[in-house]
């Protein structure tokens, strides 16, 4: 089992940096999980968009829109993964979520998410 907890969300003006944290638990550690990702799950949307994967080896996808703006990384000896937010937009407001495929056992793991909200 693993459990994951985001955080570092928060209310935000447009061009500002956050950077988002999502703590990892459990039996397993992050570097032998095959993807750690964060998804995003904007206002009035029931379904959440991949944002950002990384994998052990530390191979790393942004999301084509968000290229140059987001960065994911890892830190295996805290069994944490990040999102780091740059010259954030009104567009980037939702609730982002940390998951782990851990599809060599067959299972994902969610957190519960941390707001990020854009305003001006």
């Known amino acids: 089992q693993v459990q994951l907890v985001e955080s570092g969300g928060g209310l935000v003006q447009p061009g500002s940096s956050l950077r988002l944290s999502c703590v990892a638990s459990?039996?397993?550690?992050?570097?032998?999980?095959?993807?750690m990702a964060w998804y995003q799950q904007s206002p009035g949307e029931e379904q959440r968009y991949p944002v950002a994967?990384?994998?052990?080896?530390?191979?790393?996808i942004v999301g084509g829109s968000l290229k140059g703006r987001f960065t994911i990384s890892r830190d295996d000896a805290k069994n944490t993964i990040y999102l780091q937010m740059n010259n954030v937009k009104p567009e980037d407001t939702a609730v982002y979520y940390c998951k782990a495929d851990d599809r060599d056992y067959g299972r994902e793991y969610w957190g519960r998410g941390t707001q990020v909200t854009v305003w001006s």
């Open positions: 459990g039996s397993r550690s992050i570097s032998t999980i095959k993807i």
């Open positions: 994967t990384i994998t052990p080896d530390g191979s790393t």
